[in-house]
């Protein structure tokens, strides 16, 4: 059941950068999605919203990750980016890539329906 997979999570030291990736599957109709984004969710914490696009390019970013990280579609087959820069301690956590119809950037996760399984990522001291 696996709608949206996720990659290049790894670890790094602070003030490091890693680039995550993330492909809708086959079962998935690219007219299907409008809006792609990014949550994470730490140990003993609630997932957060930290990064979102619409299909026509409009971005939001949550202010813990602003400056910071940078959302973008590559041009072919609509894979997901995620380019973090200056990573931080408390940046440690499962990262998910997630996806809905329509054309608002909302970024609470009871919003969007299209969700990949995570990857972790770690931000040593």
């Known amino acids: 059941q696996v709608q949206l997979v996720e990659s290049g999570g790894g670890s790094v030291q602070a003030g490091g950068s890693l680039r995550l990736s993330c492909v809708p599957s086959?079962?998935?109709?690219?007219?299907?999605?409008?809006?792609m984004g990014w949550f994470r969710q730490a140990l003993g914490k609630e997932r957060e919203g930290i990064a979102f696009i619409s299909s026509g390019g409009d971005t939001r970013y949550a202010d813990s990750v602003k400056g910071r990280f940078t959302i973008s579609k590559e041009n072919a087959k609509n894979t997901l980016i995620l380019q973090m820069n200056s990573l931080k301690p408390e940046d440690t956590a499962i990262y998910y890539c997630?996806?809905?119809?329509?054309?608002?950037?909302?970024?609470?996760?009871?919003?969007?329906?299209?969700w990949g399984q995570g990857t972790q990522v770690t931000v040593s001291s």
């Open positions: 997630a996806a809905r119809p329509g054309s608002y950037l909302f970024m609470f996760r009871e919003k969007y329906n299209y």
């Open positions: 086959e079962s998935i109709s690219q007219w299907s999605v409008s809006v």
